[in-house]
Each structure stands twice: as C-alpha cells, then as structure tokens.
C-alpha cells in the first residue's frame, strides 16, 4: 500500500470516494438515485456511480443532527467495507463532516487503514494489497500532518488486531517476544526481554505461578521510548495483559468458551500497538510499557485452587480459582513498573473479566480510576478516536473483597466481579499515583457475521491510549 498526496503525479484513478451527508444539496445524478430509493446519505450507505471513466463511490454519513465521533466511525467502518480497495483510489476530503474538522479527519484516515486489514494468513488463496494506493485530496498543509498520523495510528491498530489474530499454537509468549523486538527494531523502541529465570530472579511468583503448567516458557517484556526532548521528564506506565492461551487452569474453561483464547493478550496487543504508533510519530513522550507473556494450561506442575502464593511486592495470596491468572501475572507486572520503572502513572489494558460484557456489552469498555482527571482525558481521547470508556465506581466494601483470612489478597472476591478484578490489579498503586485500569474484555474483539463465523480482533484502546498518552505526557 502507498499514500499519495495532492502534490503527487499519478497516471490515473480507478475510484474516488465522496461522503455525502443526508441533508447536504444533492447533485443531479444523485437527487435521481434518491428519487428511486437508492442512495439517501444514510449513514454507512454506499452508492457507486460512473463518471468519466472513474468509478466514484459516495458514502452516507447519516443525518448532520446526529452525526458525532461514535456514528462516523461506523458510516466510515460500513462504506469502506463496502468498497473493494484495490489500485489507484482517491478520497475527496473536501466535505463539512459535521462534527470537528480534526477530529473528522483522526477517524477517517484510522478506519480507512483498518479497512485495508484482512486475516488470511493461513488461507493459501490470501489477497496481496501492495497494489493499492491512496490519493488525498481536499485538505490543507496542518491537516496532512493529522491524516499521516491518523495512518499510523491505523497501522499500528492492525498490528495490535493481527497479534490478537494469531492462533496460540503460533503467537506463544517466545514468539510474542520475538515480534515485540523485530517491532521495536523496524520503529525505534527499546525492547528487553527476561527469560523465566531472570523472572524469578525478580521475585514474580504469581506470574510464574500461573505459567507452571506449560511447556512454552513465560516471557516477560519491557519496551521503552523517550523522546529526546522528555529525557527529563517522568514517565508514563503501561501494562498489557499477556495471556496468550487461558484454558483456565484446574478450573478448566468449557470448550465453547476455550475456542477463542488467543484473543487473552489483547492488552498486550494494545499497548503494543500503542508503542509503535508513538514511536513511529517520534511523539514527545517518554513512555515505558510491560507485558507478562505465558499461557494458563493444566499439568501436573500447575497450581492449584486452595494454594497460596507470593507475588513480586511482597503480598500474598490465596488462589480461590485458577482462571482467575489474568490478576495474578498483571499484579507482577504492576509492581515492576511502579517499583523499578518508577512510572508516574500508569494504565493497565487487560481482557481482564467475563463480567465485563456484562456491563457494557460490546460498545463500550468499563474502567476504574482513582483520578477523576486522568479519567475524564481518557474518556475525551477514546470520544476522538470512536472509543467509548465507562467509569465504575469504587467503594470501600469491594476493596475489602479482595481481602483474605488466610493470606493478604485474593483472586476470587465476588461480585462485581469487574471492579474486584481490576482493585485487586492495582493492589500496588498509591492512592497519590493517576491509575487507570481498562477492561477489553468486551471489546477486543467481535464475531464477523459470515456463514462460518469467525472472531475478528477489534485493535481497540491502541488509539486512544496514543492520544492519552501524548496528552498526559505534556
């Protein structure tokens, strides 16, 4: 694929995308498709049209009344997909999109690459798309910096869907690894991986713990990127779940729910995702994030249901359920970063709870914090990007949950089983320190509607953890 701009010399164009609004003026030719029924601007609609030997493609972005960041984000995600790309393609940004110019633009280019995204690396009949190229049109010489940066933020949400993607017998914690250095080699961030005695060497035992029980050995991830200029400045924490298979333990998952596992290092992918980008940019930030990689199997060296373990800042903890490891190897990883990374604040992305769908579905990622300002930046970085994040409340009685009589914490507190997970992952947070803790579970990924459906990664949070983080970073 290759982005082309205005100033570019091109031979021609096989398709040019248009967006249309329902109550814009229509044209002519379009007043006569609306007449018959069959373009009205509708959002995601899609109506294609010959005109001078090009193909032109106009898509609906619904009515200016309703039209925000959510509802463009899905005319966009609708009417690319309708539309084969491939060869020569020009998209006519000279449009009123109704809402923020700027913001308009941020999620156009994104959904434009996201649309370019197909996982068919096992398919021997898989498409190559190095023929395509993009042409932009219709913007000012401020606006070609958002569209190039909206392009690697939608780059970089393809890597994050295509290393949820990956099967588990392929994407082990070792290959992970191995991805996050060439990555981190091709971009310009610094990676460090500790094999599993250097692990225990730094005393992460519930991390270990939950990794006892496979053959694929744990891998645990340090990547950094400072840019130049915030050598002097804090950084910023964060930590990406990173189970690459959860067959849940002795507290074995049904098959039904096993199926889809490989999709458990989400939050790795994110904040991976999220490295990328900001390096790719050379962002100003100074930025540190941490995956714990292994897989959650059952053999005879595994833990058990009724054991007590130690975890890395020195509490223990009594493991009411084995599929409950998610916490387990996140409270390690927490505690590295904010003991020998010296974060200033952190955020952790994890698939964390199957309760979490059951707050928020699909559309929407419930979070805890225990800063209402880190939250409120969150929640303006996720609207920019099309990312809706929902704050649950923290009370006294669900931190007393995670309490044990037989050990300090543990990893089965009850319900709402979402907020006592993610309290029991930010043990180690001081209440001084901006924390932010995303549930993904919901969100990392959703059935395509296809005659055999498959699970499609959904790159979500890796955008708007790179708007966050540049913010914060300030």
Same mark, same amino acid.
């Given at each position: 694929m290759?982005?082309?701009? $205005? !100033?570019?010399?091109?031979?021609?164009?096989?398709? =040019?995308?248009?967006?249309? $609004? !329902?109550?814009?003026?229509?044209?002519?030719?379009? =007043?006569?498709?609306?007449?018959?029924?069959?373009?009205e601007g509708k959002s995601g609609q899609v109506i294609m049209d010959l005109k001078d030997g090009v193909m032109n493609y106009y898509i609906g972005l619904g009515n200016e009344v309703d039209i925000d960041s959510f509802s463009l984000k899905k005319a966009f995600d609708k009417g690319f997909k309708k539309i084969k790309l491939t060869g020569n393609i020009c998209i006519d940004l000279d449009i009123d999109f109704g809402i923020e110019r700027d913001v308009a633009l941020v999620i156009l280019t994104e959904m434009l690459i996201l649309s370019t995204y197909k996982f068919d690396y096992f398919k021997s009949d898989k498409k190559d798309i190095d023929n395509l190229n993009l042409l932009f049109i219709g913007y000012d010489d401020r606006e070609k910096q958002i569209i190039e940066e909206g392009i690697s933020v939608g780059e970089a949400c393809n890597i994050n869907r295509y290393l949820v993607d990956m099967p588990a017998n392929v994407m082990t914690p070792l290959r992970l690894g191995k991805e996050v250095s060439d990555l981190g080699d091709e971009n310009g961030f610094e990676v460090t991986l500790y094999d599993e005695t250097q692990i225990s060497d730094m005393g992460m035992t519930a991390f270990l713990a939950v990794s006892s029980a496979s053959i694929n050995s744990p891998c645990f991830m340090v990547m950094k990127y400072c840019h130049p200029d915030m050598v002097t400045k804090p950084s910023i924490g964060l930590v990406g779940k990173g189970l690459c298979y959860d067959a849940g333990g002795l507290s074995i998952k049904p098959t039904t729910s096993m199926v889809n596992m490989k999709t458990d290092m989400g939050g790795a992918a994110a904040v991976i995702g999220t490295m990328v980008a900001l390096a790719k940019q050379k962002a100003k930030v100074n930025v540190v994030s941490v995956v714990a990689a292994c897989e959650n199997l059952i053999s005879g060296k595994g833990y058990r249901p009724g054991d007590i373990i130690k975890s890395k800042g020195g509490k223990t903890i009594f493991v009411g359920n084995t599929d409950a490891e998610g916490r387990l190897t996140l409270?390690?990883?927490?505690?590295?970063?904010?003991?020998?990374e010296k974060v200033s604040k952190v955020v952790d992305v994890a698939t964390l709870t199957g309760a979490a769908i059951h707050c928020t579905g699909n559309v929407a990622t419930p979070c805890i914090s225990n800063n209402d300002d880190f939250f409120r930046k969150l929640e303006k970085n996720g609207e920019k990007n099309g990312e809706r994040y929902f704050r649950l409340p923290i009370y006294p009685e669900y931190k007393e949950q995670i309490k044990h009589?037989?050990?300090?914490?543990?990893?089965?507190?009850?319900?709402?089983?979402?907020?006592?997970?993610?309290?029991?992952?930010?043990?180690?947070?001081?209440?001084?320190?901006?924390?932010?803790?995303?549930?993904?579970?919901?969100?990392?990924?959703?059935?395509?509607?296809?005659?055999?459906?498959v699970e499609v990664a959904t790159g979500v949070a890796t955008a708007t953890l790179y708007s966050l983080v540049k913010e914060v970073a300030i």
């Open positions: 290759k982005i082309l701009w $205005k !100033e570019d010399k091109f031979d021609e164009i096989n398709i =040019k995308i248009l967006f249309v $609004k !329902e109550n814009d003026p229509f044209s002519k030719r379009l =007043k006569e498709y609306k007449n018959i029924g069959l373009f409270i390690d990883a927490m505690s590295y970063i904010i003991d020998e009589g037989l050990a300090d914490l543990n990893n089965q507190a009850g319900h709402p089983g979402t907020i006592t997970a993610g309290l029991f992952v930010g043990a180690y947070v001081k209440e001084d320190m901006p924390w932010l803790h995303l549930d993904i579970a919901g969100t990392c990924s959703k059935t395509k509607a296809m005659p055999k459906p």
